[in-house]
C-alpha cells in the first residue's frame, strides 16, 4: 500500500478535522493557562529562592491525576460514548478554569494547587477517550463495496480470492490512515505548544495573568461546540464485535486490531481466555468497573505490551524536569555584555522579561517536538513495527545530547537551540510508541491501553519534576548543572533501551 499524505488524511476525513480543530482550541488554552499558573506561582512566592520548588510541586500536581485518574478515564472511554464524555468534560474544565482568578484573588498557593489538581483530573479522563475516539474517526473514503453477486463468466474461487485481496487492500488503507491520523494529533500538539505557550508568555506580560484564564474558558467552551457538530454515536466496540474484527459507527470502518499484513506481527485476541476467568468466578461479573480493570490488565500482560508501555515511562523520566530547568534558565542572564573591547563572557545580561524568555523557551519546545516529527514521518518503512521501535529507542539519545548542549553552552541562542533537539527527541518517542500501541491493541481494548500507559508517562514525568525542582532548590544546583544531572540520567537510561533492542526483547512476540 503506498503511503498515506497528510493532505488525503484531511481530505477524506471531514469528522476528524472537526475534531482536531476541537483539540487544537482547547489544548490552546490550556497552554495560556500553564505559563499564566506558573507566572501567578513566581508572583505569590515573590521569586523567592525556593519558587522552583513550588514550581516543580504544581508540575507534579498537574500530572499526577494522569496517574490516579486515567485507568478510570479508559474504563469510561471503553464504556460509554466517547465523544459525549468528551463535550461534558470540556464544559467542566471551562468552569474549573475560572477558579484559577479566585486563587489570584485571594492570593492562595494551596488553592492554585487545588485548581490545577482538579484541571488536570478533568485531562486524564479526557485524554484516553481522546486517543480511543481518533480510528474510529477515521475513514478511507474507499466505499467500493465489493457484494454484487458474482458474474456468471467468473469463477466462484476467482471471486472469493478478488474479494480477500480487496479486504487486504481496505484494511492496509485504515491501517495508514489512523497511523497519520495518531501523528497529526501530535504534530498538533506540537504547534499549540509552541505557539499557545508564546502567546501565553505575551499575552501575561500585556494583559496580565487572569485574561489567560479566561481565555482558557472560552476554548474549553468552543471546544464542547465544534465537538457537538460530529454527529454519530463513537461507544467502544463490544467483545463480540472485536472478535469478529467489525464494528459499526456513522462512516464504514472496519476494525484491523487483530490483522497485519507481512510487515506487521500477529497478535491473537485474549477474550476467550479473559471471558473464561471472569466466569470462573474470581470477579464478579456484577461489578463492571473491576472486570473491566481486570479485563484491561490481563490483557495488556497477555499480549506482551509491558515493554512498549515503558518507553515513554523512560523518555518522561529525562523530559519532565525540562520545564522547572526552563523556568529556571528564564530567570538568569544569557546574553554576553558587549564592551569596546569586544565580548566580555563573563558578563551576561538580558533586555527581556522572564516571562518572555519563558514563553520562547516553550515555544522553541513546541517547534522543536513539530520538526523532530516531522523528520521523523521522511524515514521509510516507518509502517514496519521494526523501524517504529528502533525510531523511539534512538531518539531518547536526542533527549541525552539536549541536555548535555543546554549544560554546557550557556548563551540564549544556544539554549534555544538544543531545546529543539531535545523536544524533537521527546515528541517522537511520544508519537511513535502511541503508533506501536495502537498496532497491537484491540479496539474494545484500546481506551484502557492507552490509558495505562499515559498514566505510567504522566507518573515518570511528575517524579522527574520533583527531581528538578529538588535539585534547583534544596542542592542549590544553576540550570545548567541540572541539565547536565539529567544528562548523566539518560546516560544510564539509553545504553539500557539499545540493549533490551539489540537482544530483540521489546516488541510482542509472533504468535
Same mark, same amino acid.
Given at each position: ?13 471531514g ?47 498537574r ?7 486515567s485507568?478510570?478515564? !479508559?474504563?469510561? %472511554?471503553d464504556?460509554?460514548?466517547?465523544r ?5 468534560? /470540556?464544559r467542566?474544565? *471551562? ?17 492554585v494547587?487545588l &485548581? ?6 478533568v !485531562? ?15 475513514t ?8 454484487n453477486? %458474482?458474474? /456468471? ?8 480470492k ?10 492496509s ?12 494529533s501530535?504534530?498538533s500538539?506540537?504547534l499549540?505548544?509552541?505557539f ?14 487572569r *485574561?489567560c484564564?479566561? #481565555? ?5 467552551? @468552543? ?20 472478535q469478529?474484527? +467489525?464494528?459499526t ?12 499484513d507481512?510487515?506487521?506481527?500477529i497478535? %491473537? ?7 473464561s +476467568? ?5 470477579? =464478579? ?8 480493570a481486570?479485563?484491561g ?9 509491558v515493554?512498549l ?11 519532565? *524536569?525540562? /520545564?522547572?530547568?526552563? &523556568?529556571?534558565?528564564s530567570?538568569?542572564d ?19 522579561? =522572564?516571562?518572555?524568555?519563558? !514563553? ?7 517547534? !522543536? ?6 523528520? $521523523?514521518?521522511?524515514l521509510?518503512?516507518?509502517?514496519? =513495527?521494526?523501524?517504529?521501535?528502533n ?29 529543539? &533537539? ?6 517522537? &518517542? ?14 474494545? #481494548?484500546?481506551?484502557?491501553?492507552? *490509558?495505562? /500507559?499515559?498514566? @505510567?508517562?504522566t ?17 542549590h544546583? +544553576? $540550570? ?8 548523566f ?6 545504553p ?11 516488541l510482542?512476540?509472533?504468535?
Open positions: 500500500t503506498k503511503p498515506v499524505s497528510f493532505y488525503a488524511l484531511l481530505r477524506n476525513n469528522r476528524y478535522c472537526t475534531y482536531l480543530s476541537s483539540y487544537v482550541l482547547s489544548h490552546a488554552g490550556e497552554w495560556f493557562t500553564y505559563v499564566a499558573s506558573i507566572e501567578l506561582l513566581e508572583n505569590l512566592t515573590d521569586h523567592s529562592d525556593s519558587s522552583k520548588l513550588y514550581i516543580s510541586i504544581l508540575m507534579s500536581l500530572l499526577i491525576p494522569h496517574v490516579l485518574v485507568p478510570f478515564g !479508559g474504563i469510561i %472511554s464504556s460509554q460514548d466517547r459525549h464524555t468528551m463535550i461534558l468534560l /470540556d467542566i474544565g *471551562a468552569f474549573i478554569s475560572l477558579l484559577y482568578i479566585l486563587a489570584d484573588h485571594f492570593q492562595s498557593i494551596p488553592l494547587y &485548581v490545577a489538581f482538579s484541571q488536570s483530573t !485531562g486524564a479522563i479526557y485524554e484516553p477517550c481522546r486517543q480511543a475516539i481518533i480510528p474510529m474517526l477515521v478511507t473514503n474507499n466505499n467500493n463495496n465489493n457484494n453477486p %458474482s458474474d /456468471d463468466n467468473h469463477s466462484s474461487s476467482c471471486g472469493i478478488e474479494e480477500k485481496e480487496d479486504i487486504d487492500i481496505q484494511e488503507l485504515e491501517k495508514e490512515y489512523t497511523k497519520k491520523a495518531i501523528v497529526m501530535e504534530l500538539w506540537s499549540i505548544a509552541a499557545g505557550s508564546a502567546l501565553g508568555g505575551l499575552v501575561v506580560a500585556l494583559m496580565g495573568i *485574561a484564564f479566561v #481565555m482558557d474558558c472560552i476554548s474549553y467552551l @468552543l471546544s464542547s461546540i465544534i465537538l457537538s457538530l460530529i454527529k454519530g454515536t463513537y461507544d467502544a466496540p463490544s467483545q463480540s464485535q472485536s469478529s474484527q +467489525t464494528f459507527h456513522p462512516s464504514p470502518h472496519s476494525s484491523y486490531d487483530a490483522k497485519t507481512n510487515n506487521d506481527y497478535i %491473537s485476541n485474549e477474550n476467550n481466555q479473559i471471558t +476467568t471472569l466466569q470462573s468466578g474470581s470477579i =464478579p461479573e456484577s461489578q463492571p468497573f473491576q472486570v473491566m481486570y479485563e490488565l490481563m490483557y495488556i500482560q497477555n499480549a506482551s505490551l515493554p508501555l515503558f518507553l515513554k515511562f523512560s523518555a518522561a523520566l529525562l523530559y519532565g *524536569a525540562s /520545564d522547572v530547568i526552563s &523556568v529556571s534558565f530567570e538568569i544569557t546574553t554576553p555584555v558587549t564592551t569596546n573591547n569586544g565580548t566580555n563572557t563573563d558578563c551576561y545580561r538580558d533586555c527581556m522579561l =522572564p516571562s518572555e524568555k519563558l !514563553g520562547i523557551l516553550l515555544f522553541s519546545l513546541g517547534m !522543536g517536538c513539530l520538526s523532530g516529527s516531522l523528520l $521523523a514521518e521522511t521509510p518503512n516507518l509502517h514496519k =513495527p521494526n523501524m517504529l521501535q525510531l523511539c529507542v534512538y531518539a531518547m539519545a536526542l533527549i541525552l545530547i539536549g541536555f548535555l548542549g543546554m549544560g554546557l553552552f550557556r548563551p540564549f541562542p544556544c539554549l534555544i537551540f538544543f531545546t529543539l &533537539v531535545r523536544a524533537g527527541g521527546s515528541s517522537i &518517542v511520544w508519537i511513535y510508541s502511541s503508533v506501536l500501541l495502537q498496532k497491537y491493541s484491540d479496539t474494545d #481494548m484500546y481506551g484502557r491501553v492507552s *490509558a495505562v /500507559d499515559y498514566g @505510567l508517562a507518573l515518570s514525568e511528575a517524579f522527574s519534576a520533583l527531581i528538578g525542582g529538588t535539585l534547583l532548590d534544596h542542592f544546583m +544553576t $540550570a545548567r548543572s541540572a541539565s547536565l544531572f539529567m544528562a540520567l539518560g546516560c544510564i537510561i539509553f539500557f533501551w539499545l540493549k533490551y533492542l539489540w537482544l530483540g526483547k521489546l510482542p512476540p509472533i504468535r
